[in-house]
């Protein structure tokens, strides 16, 4: 199993750009999200899915859109990028909402809007 | 949630075993205390959890205190690898969105 991939690595944008960062999993885990993490910060949740068809927002989803139309792919959609969305994105995966443990995070795709 | 404390940093021997402290005083009875850690430009990885009892898993061992205000991660035999930063964090197992959040950690140095 390749477990959860994320493409691209690196990403630089300008402000106003739009992008997809994609996110894959091969583990058939029906629970799927999206985190940004800043110096400081800590994790913080954009966007979740608990199936395919059916997303919900986190705590920071302004200027994000998600999809998700099969169990294995997650995309995060930048809007119109803005330098404040400078942050390294993790998608997850997991086989339940329930308990954290049986979260699986993905390498991370380092964003950087100018 | 409730809120934990680490130290912020703390240096161990290859070979030794590392005891990470984590005080949550404000915890609830129904929340469970989690540990994670974060190796450089990696994503977070899930090293254990318990509720109350002392739980073990082929990573490390996590002592909770009686009272429950607090625990320990023992990584029995610390690597190279184990460098990171490992985070305690204590909430309810089942949660709106599994959300997953970090405070500062502890950031580990695994010296040869």
């Known amino acids: 199993n390749a477990g959860v991939t994320q493409t691209p690595k690196f990403q630089v944008l300008k402000t106003g750009q739009s992008m997809t960062l994609q996110c894959a999993q091969d583990?058939?885990?029906?629970?799927m999200s999206w985190y940004r993490q800043d110096p400081g910060m800590g994790l913080r949740l954009i966007h979740y899915?608990?199936?395919?068809?059916?997303?919900d927002q986190g705590e920071v989803p302004n200027g994000y859109n998600v999809s998700r139309s099969t169990t294995e792919d997650f995309p995060l959609r930048l809007l119109s990028a803005a330098p404040s969305q400078t942050s390294v994105y993790f998608c997850?995966?997991?086989?339940?909402?329930?308990?954290?443990?049986?979260?699986?995070f993905g390498p991370g795709t380092r964003l950087l809007v100018l | 949630d409730a809120k934990t404390t680490q130290p912020p940093s703390m240096d161990c021997a290859e070979g030794r075993a590392a005891n990470l402290p984590c005080n949550h005083s404000?915890?609830?009875?129904?929340?469970?205390v989690y540990w994670y850690r974060q190796i450089h430009s990696q994503g977070p990885q899930y090293i254990i959890h318990?509720?109350?009892n002392n739980e073990t898993n082929e990573m490390a061992s996590l002592i909770i205190t009686e009272d429950r205000k607090s625990s320990t991660l023992i990584l029995p035999h610390a690597t190279l690898r184990d460098t990171a930063v490992y985070y305690c964090?204590?909430?309810?197992?089942?949660?709106?969105?599994?959300?997953?959040?970090f405070g500062g950690g502890t950031r580990v140095l695994v010296k040869p």
């Open positions: 997850a995966s997991s086989y339940s909402h329930r308990g954290l443990e049986t979260q699986y």
């Open positions: 583990m058939n885990h029906e629970y």
């Open positions: 899915s608990v199936g395919a068809g059916i997303t």
């Open positions: 404000t915890i609830s009875g129904n929340e469970y």
């Open positions: 318990g509720l109350k």
């Open positions: 964090i204590v909430r309810v197992r089942e949660a709106a969105g599994n959300k997953l959040t």
